[in-house]
């Protein structure tokens, strides 16, 4: 199918460059169908169907872009310097520049080693969100065991403090006495029982 569409292109690329007059789209496929039938021993075109989506596709539009003209180079004699000629006008012969139609899509092999690489990528991905996860698991556990250490650090303290709150002041002497006042008074401000 896919030869069959390209040579039916070719025969309408070349009717359509011969800028026949008076012809309009239909007239033009009916003349493509035609020489495709000549040049193809009397075998009918039966894919007009796909090549009018196929048409438009950017594997075709260089063929079919008028404009671009083939630039051919030709040494000069007298000087033996290159010179270009083009039947295209828009092509500069002082300048060489030359119009390039769209880069054609990639073909088969190059879409499937994309593809394989496409897969090597997401492994490696994965890789590296399974490590960073279980990085972040690992210092979750660290900050779970330092408030841990904190909390218990904490009740130590309290411990601490309660029970300097309720030790028996009846065997201190007075500065003795005096001292345990001033530290039970900042303990009740540290905990709000003023």
């Not at 596709?57 to 180079?73: D, E, L, V, Y």
């Not at 010179?83 to 880069?103: G, L, Y």
């Amino acid at each position: 199918m896919s030869a069959d569409v390209s040579k039916f292109n070719g025969c309408y690329i070349q009717l359509t460059n011969s800028h026949l007059s008076g012809h309009d789209e239909d007239l033009l496929i009916t003349k493509a169908k035609e020489m495709f039938k000549s040049q193809n021993k009397n075998r009918k075109f039966s894919y007009i169907h796909s090549w009018k989506i196929l048409r438009v596709a950017r594997k075709w539009k260089g063929f079919a872009n008028p404009q671009s003209g083939s630039a051919k180079r030709t040494r000069n004699l007298s000087s033996g310097a290159y010179t270009s000629s083009s039947s295209n006008p828009n092509i500069s012969e002082v300048d060489n520049n030359v119009e390039v139609a769209e880069e054609r899509p990639i073909g088969q092999k190059a879409a499937k080693e994309a593809t394989r690489n496409k897969g090597k990528a997401k492994k490696a991905a994965r890789a590296i969100d399974e490590k960073w996860n279980n990085y972040k698991d690992m210092q979750d556990k660290r900050l779970a065991l330092c408030e841990d250490v904190i909390r218990q650090k904490d009740e130590e303290i309290r411990q601490k403090d309660f029970a300097i709150l309720c030790k028996e002041t009846s065997n201190m002497d007075e500065r003795a006495r005096k001292n345990h006042e001033q530290i039970c008074e900042i303990i009740r401000q540290k905990y709000g029982m003023s």
